[in-house]
């Protein structure tokens, strides 16, 4: 046990830990991406506000989402350890800056960082929270017909102020009753402050995960030859520029559509 402690007290166990966290995190980002996705939909909020509902009542999801938020906390707290132990190794800045390959992305990773971790608490907050722990968000009501597929949406107030959600039939009409999520992305995304903060974010995860994607199979030993250009290409292509782009182009396109209403 004693030699477990020790490997993980280890730089090496440290950034072990830095890169097992940081690669959950990267599939998290993938399936987080699908379900936003789902704001493109032109059915008045109806697929985004079921998928919000499913992500926050479906237990299994519950328990893998408090696992998401230890390895924000744990992948953070180790970036910490990691930068400064790394200052106090070497207290005096170079008199001449070594000619290394080293990129902006890698040298900047502590920056870049502390961006997307105040990100992360402020859509949370903004989101999450009040989705979760409030009554500021409202609730809308779905009837489909089944049999043609028609569905019309409308504003509901619960009798209740613990309801959540509801699915019911009458006849060949199915009514869902959710909380209106969509509604509150909508309105964020209607402040020019807000996109701009969310677009800053994204370059900042779009740079993060352009050196930390290849650095964590680095620090498991993974570079062969035959596979580092595959590693590179995912890194690059897919965490580096298709997740970001296609998390900033939910506010950009929200706040072109409320300039046209």
Request: proline share 4%.
């Amino acid at each position: 046990m004693s030699e477990f402690k020790q490997t993980f007290n280890s730089s090496l166990g440290k950034k072990l830990i830095m890169a097992l966290t940081g690669l959950f995190l990267c599939t998290f980002l993938i399936v987080h991406l699908a379900g936003n996705l789902q704001l493109f939909s032109n059915d008045n909020g109806y697929s985004f506000n079921v998928y919000a509902n499913f992500l926050t009542h479906f237990p299994p999801i519950e328990v893998v989402a408090y696992i998401l938020y230890a390895s924000i906390l744990i992948h953070a707290i180790y970036a910490i350890i990691l930068t400064t132990g790394n200052r106090k190794a070497r207290p005096v800045n170079y008199a001449a800056k070594p000619q290394s390959p080293s990129s902006w992305s890698s040298q900047n990773m502590g920056l870049l960082g502390s961006i997307l971790f105040l990100f992360i608490v402020i859509h949370m907050g903004d989101f999450w929270y009040k989705y979760k722990f409030t009554h500021s968000v409202g609730f809308k009501e779905y009837r489909t017909n089944l049999v043609t597929g028609e569905r019309t949406v409308s504003d509901f107030t619960p009798e209740k102020p613990e309801f959540e959600h509801s699915l019911s039939y009458n006849g060949d009409t199915e009514i869902v009753r959710v909380k209106d999520l969509h509604t509150s992305v909508a309105n964020s995304f209607s402040q020019w402050w807000y996109v701009v903060i969310y677009v800053i974010a994204m370059v900042a995860l779009s740079y993060h995960l352009l050196h930390g994607f290849q650095s964590a199979f680095r620090t498991f030993g993974w570079v062969h030859r035959k596979y580092k250009p595959i590693i590179n290409f995912i890194g690059t292509w897919l965490f580096a520029v298709i997740i970001p782009l296609g998390f900033a182009a939910m506010p950009i396109v929200y706040f072109i559509m409320s300039l046209k209403k």
